[in-house]
């Protein structure tokens, strides 16, 4: 059996260090989805590039737990962490969704820790899920 010849220069020889650039960003947007199942956050930079995610589902919690306000404020720590470390200091905070996790998620964000976040614009978008029949009936 021959054996295999080792090219100088491969790429498994010459790759050393992480190949992720770590962007210094200054202000950002945190998008807060709140359903009744899961609660999804999202932080994106000014022109809408995702920095980093979470969600309570990726946090452990599984079955109706996700949907608790406590798993909605997990999931925002865990979000909020990792732009921190990049030098994040002012963010607009967009809660979508009618799920409890709403309010815990904005209460995650102000929590010491994380108060480096120096102006919040909260703008609460709500879907309307239930029509009102009042309206809508034909008798």
Same mark, same amino acid.
């Given at each position: 059996?021959?054996?295999?010849?080792?090219?100088?220069?491969?790429?498994?020889?010459?790759?050393?260090?992480?190949?992720?650039?770590?962007?210094?960003?200054?202000?950002?947007?945190?998008?807060?989805?709140?359903?009744?199942?899961?609660?999804?956050?999202?932080?994106?930079?000014?022109?809408?590039?995702?920095?980093?995610?979470?969600?309570?589902?990726?946090? +452990?919690?599984? +079955?109706?737990?996700?949907?608790?306000?406590?798993?909605?404020?997990?999931?925002?720590?865990?979000?909020?962490?990792?732009?921190?470390?990049?030098?994040?200091?002012?963010?607009?905070?967009?809660?979508?969704?009618? +799920?409890?996790?709403?309010?815990?998620?904005?209460?995650?964000?102000?929590?010491?820790?994380?108060?480096?976040?120096?102006?919040?614009?909260?703008?609460?978008?709500?879907?309307?899920?239930?029509?009102?029949?009042?309206?809508?009936?034909?008798?």
């Amino acid at each position: 059996m021959a054996k295999p010849i080792l090219r100088i220069g491969s790429r498994k020889n010459t790759r050393s260090g992480s190949r992720k650039n770590v962007r210094r960003i200054p202000k950002g947007v945190i998008h807060v989805q709140a359903s009744f199942n899961n609660t999804i956050v999202t932080v994106t930079d000014v022109r809408g590039r995702v920095i980093s995610w979470s969600s309570a589902g990726t946090c +452990g919690f599984r +079955g109706t737990r996700r949907g608790t306000p406590f798993a909605a404020q997990t999931a925002a720590g865990n979000a909020i962490r990792a732009v921190v470390d990049q030098g994040m200091q002012r963010a607009e905070v967009r809660i979508k969704g009618p +799920g409890l996790g709403r309010d815990a998620a904005l209460r995650a964000i102000r929590i010491p820790p994380y108060q480096m976040f120096q102006s919040f614009n909260v703008q609460l978008l709500f879907t309307k899920i239930l029509q009102d029949r009042s309206y809508n009936c034909v008798n």
